[in-house]
């Protein structure tokens, strides 16, 4: 991680946005609508840091406006954002009417190769071929391609249905490969999610016979 430090606008929300991860967002409140029309007309990034009403996380993810979907007559505008660069928050300015911060960014560590990488991504495709039957989705069938570690660990984590605090992991995590092997945990303790709901689904929309032994 880089010792030198950039001021960046900061956006704590409610969630955690990840490298290459695309995040949709409703603008509405005037201190984001003033700093989100200064990124987009200067092309520059914001920090997405996750918020649990108390206080903020330290370590958050940069997301650049890829697209403005949709603009209000009174200033408010649905955006499409996308994740960049992680970083970590040294202090916080409270110059404007938005929060800024000093962060460093930082990237994964250097690491020998995993002997195990090829196991690894065999299961993840194959978690993956499951969960974009379950999900009737394209987005895990697109992740199927993908050869990096990194990129590929930090696209599951994207998929929907990882909590924020999940994502947070991930995100704060400086091993590719150990993220990689976590991710598919995760995926597959997801995996069981999506099939225990539709076979509740499946129940409820029949005679109801059976839930309680599910549930248990």
Same mark, same amino acid.
């Given at each position: 991680?880089?010792?030198?430090?950039? $001021?960046? @606008?900061?956006f704590?929300?409610?969630?955690?946005?990840?490298?290459?991860? &695309?995040l949709?967002l409703?603008i509405?409140?005037?201190?984001?609508?003033?700093?989100?029309?200064?990124?987009?007309?200067?092309?520059? @990034?914001?920090?997405?840091?996750?918020?649990?009403?108390?206080?903020?996380?330290?370590?958050?993810?940069?997301?650049?406006?890829?697209e403005?979907?949709?603009?209000?007559?009174?200033? $408010?505008?649905?955006? &499409?954002?996308?994740g960049?660069?992680?970083?970590?928050?040294?202090?916080?300015?409270?110059? #404007?009417?938005?929060?800024?911060a000093?962060?460093?960014?930082?990237?994964?560590?250097?690491?020998?190769?995993d002997?195990?990488?090829?196991?690894?991504?065999?299961?993840?495709? +194959?978690?993956?071929?499951?969960?974009?039957?379950?999900?009737?989705?394209?987005? @895990?069938?697109?992740?199927?391609?993908?050869?990096?570690?990194? $990129?590929?660990?930090?696209?599951?984590?994207?998929?929907?249905?990882?909590a924020?605090?999940?994502? #947070?992991?991930?995100l704060?995590?400086?091993?590719?490969?150990?993220?990689l092997?976590?991710s598919? #945990?995760?995926?597959?303790?997801?995996?069981?999610r999506?099939? &225990? +709901?539709r076979?509740?689904? $499946?129940?409820?929309?029949? +005679?109801?016979?059976?839930?309680?032994?599910?549930?248990?």
């Open positions: 991680m880089t010792t030198d430090t950039t $001021r960046i @606008p900061l704590p929300l409610g969630l955690t946005v990840l490298p290459e991860m &695309l949709p409703h509405f409140e005037e201190r984001y609508k003033q700093m989100i029309g200064t990124c987009v007309a200067e092309d520059q @990034p914001f920090g997405i840091v996750l918020f649990d009403g108390g206080s903020i996380r330290s370590v958050g993810c940069t997301a650049r406006v890829v403005v979907t949709k603009s209000y007559a009174d200033g $408010r505008m649905d955006i &499409l954002t996308q960049e660069e992680r970083f970590v928050i040294h202090s916080v300015v409270e110059e #404007q009417i938005y929060m800024e000093q962060v460093s960014f930082f990237d994964d560590a250097p690491e020998p190769p002997p195990t990488i090829a196991e690894t991504l065999a299961a993840a495709r +194959n978690l993956l071929k499951q969960v974009a039957a379950d999900m009737s989705a394209p987005e @895990p069938e697109a992740l199927l391609a993908l050869e990096d570690p990194a $990129r590929l660990s930090f696209a599951i984590a994207a998929l929907e249905g990882f924020p605090e999940e994502r #947070q992991r991930f704060e995590m400086t091993s590719a490969q150990e993220r092997h976590k598919v #945990q995760a995926l597959s303790r997801l995996l069981e999506l099939q &225990l +709901n076979e509740i689904k $499946r129940l409820i929309g029949g +005679n109801g016979h059976g839930l309680s032994d599910i549930l248990k």
